[in-house]
């Protein structure tokens, strides 16, 4: 596990993720899988894509998760 990458959910995350830190958890986790911080220039156009696939793919996880007992806690 990247210990770079903090869990973005609620109750964890007080508010919902913003799009700024689901990026910067995709980055790390793309950075951690390739094992590159900064891509080479003939690398750069893949490792950008994966970031942006698996940024989209998180922000599809975070809105499809259901967090039982989230929202009352809020509301106490």
Known sequence: MCRSIKTLRPPVL???????????AALQYVR???GFR???????EVFERAVDVITRATAELLDGLE??????????
């Open 14 to 24: 007080a508010e919902e993720a913003t799009e700024e830190e689901i990026r910067a």
């Open 32 to 34: 951690k899988v390739s």
């Open 38 to 44: 900064a891509p080479a220039a003939h690398n750069q």
């Open 67 to 76: 967090v039982r007992g989230a929202a009352a806690r809020r509301a106490g």
